[in-house]
């Protein structure tokens, strides 16, 4: 839900905005990549790691955390 109001904030601004998601099934919104939580075991050490990729992926560091969580990060 809250991707969605900022889906829609960013469309009514006219802005273009990369926008990652968490969703358990393929989303219906206009986003980059979503995060499959089906394949994610939550708790703050994953969501402390998946920031991690988040930051890594922005700065270019191919570093894989398979090792550390199972997840699957999938663009659009």
């Known amino acids: 839900m809250l991707a969605s109001g ?4 960013l469309s009514s601004e006219n802005l273009t905005i990369p926008t990652l998601s968490f969703d358990s099934v393929a989303p219906k919104l ?5 995060v499959d939580i089906n394949s994610l075991e939550l708790g703050r050490a994953s ?3 998946i920031l ?3 930051n890594d992926a922005k700065e270019n560091r ?3 955390y398979h090792q550390l969580i199972p997840h699957k990060i999938i663009e659009r």
């Open 6 to 9: 900022v889906c829609h904030f």
């Open 30 to 34: 206009d986003l980059a990549a979503y």
């Open 47 to 49: 969501f402390q790691t």
């Open 52 to 54: 991690q990729i988040i």
């Open 62 to 64: 191919k570093i894989c």
